[in-house]
């Protein structure tokens, strides 16, 4: 079966961003946003990941990456 591999931690290095400003600028909480860049969700809101593509100045495809497990 295939999963979803969050990105986020190499987006935020990229853009030289800490959690604690991401957290900040999103309006999303540290510990929601620790939660998401650790891969330990199974769920992202649209509205959540539109703010992350703004601030970081990226593409959903650049935070959130298929596998198909192989």
Known sequence: MGEIIVRLDRMMAERKISLNELSEKAGVSNVNLSKLK???VSAIRFSTLISLCEILRCQPGDILE???GS
């Open 38 to 40: 650790n891969g330990h």
């Open 66 to 68: 298929y596998s198909d």
